[in-house]
């Protein structure tokens, strides 16, 4: 059984007992979090679309990581412009533990 979740404004292929990142999510380690905006899912051969899919996919908060630096530079030749700034997003490692 799978499931095609909304979490944050983006869409996740979600299985039972996958573990994957998402944006950021506020809560801390070991919370339980639920996702009811199921797009599609998939109960035993059948499709379930839309409006059809009142399921809700239940996770577990695992932890919280840092996505890797991102630099983005600006410069103007022969100007001495120059402007340097990086930033590292946040996400949340989460664990799928049902889906009913």
Same mark, same amino acid.
């Given at each position: 059984?799978?499931?095609?979740?909304?979490?944050?404004? =983006?869409q996740?292929?979600?299985?039972q007992?996958?573990?994957?990142?998402?944006?950021?999510?506020? &809560?801390?380690? &070991?919370?339980?979090?639920?996702?009811?905006?199921?797009?599609?899912?998939?109960?035993? &051969?059948?499709?379930?679309?839309?409006?059809?899919?009142?399921?809700?996919?239940?996770?577990?908060?695992?932890?919280?990581?840092?996505?890797?630096?991102?630099i983005?530079?600006?410069?103007? $030749? $022969?100007? &001495?412009? $120059?402007?340097?700034?990086?930033? $590292?997003t946040?996400?949340? =490692?989460?664990?799928?533990?049902?889906?009913?």
């Amino acid at each position: 059984m799978f499931a095609v979740v909304k979490i944050a404004g =983006q869409q996740f292929k979600v299985q039972q007992g996958q573990n994957l990142y998402v944006p950021h999510i506020s &809560g801390k380690a &070991g919370d339980a979090v639920e996702f009811s905006d199921v797009l599609l899912a998939d109960k035993d &051969g059948a499709l379930l679309v839309g409006s059809d899919a009142k399921l809700t996919v239940k996770a577990e908060i695992v932890k919280e990581v840092q996505g890797d630096k991102v630099i983005a530079f600006k410069m103007k $030749r $022969r100007k &001495g412009f $120059r402007k340097k700034h990086g930033h $590292r997003t946040l996400y949340t =490692q989460i664990k799928v533990t049902d889906i009913a």
